[in-house]
């Protein structure tokens, strides 16, 4: 089940992927979302890996996109009230993702300012001829973590890029 206030975040996005750079987030159509969970929460033949074990993929964990550079899934915590968002590095054996947004408002405010910022700047050669200012890279990295107080920065860090 597909938590409604998810659905009208991903209806207003008027893109569903932000880059900066090398690294980004892609987040999947709606529809597509059941055929996105194959290798997550279930196996392509139907089968549950949820089997309650530690590092074993939980059923409220639902992956709603990817990070561009690697591939680590974008999960949506439905367990939650506040929709949490959080990655995990796949092909680790077990799963022990991180909390990148403490819910799904701080997350809208992180993912639009990585489409803002972002554009003029979506791949390498477009960053480097436009490069981030440190101060714009600061006051978004700063209004993320207003949004999303107790989550470790690292993810969205890496995200909007330091010039080199």
Not at 2 to 11: D, G, L, M, Q, T
Not at 60 to 87: F, M, N
Not at 121 to 144: D, G, T, V, Y
Request: glycine share 10%.
């Amino acid at each position: 089940m597909i938590p409604e206030p998810y659905i009208a975040f991903r209806n207003s996005l008027s893109v569903a992927e932000a880059s900066i750079g090398y690294d980004g987030i892609t987040l999947f159509p709606i529809e597509s979302l059941s055929e996105n969970q194959v290798g997550y929460s279930h196996t392509l033949a139907g089968e549950s890996l949820c089997l309650g074990g530690a590092g074993d993929w939980r059923e409220e964990w639902l992956v709603i996109g990817q990070s561009l550079a690697c591939g680590d899934p974008i999960i949506l915590d439905t367990a939650e009230e506040q929709l949490p968002i959080l990655s995990a590095l796949h092909g680790e054996g077990s799963w022990n993702p991180t909390s990148i947004a403490g819910s799904l408002e701080g997350f809208a405010i992180a993912y639009n300012l990585l489409v803002a910022l972002g554009h003029g700047r979506e791949n390498p050669i477009a960053l480097s001829k436009k490069p981030l200012p440190a101060e714009m890279r600061l006051k978004a990295l700063n209004e993320i973590e207003l949004h999303n107080p107790g989550v470790i920065m690292y993810f969205w860090a890496l995200l909007f890029p330091e010039n080199e």
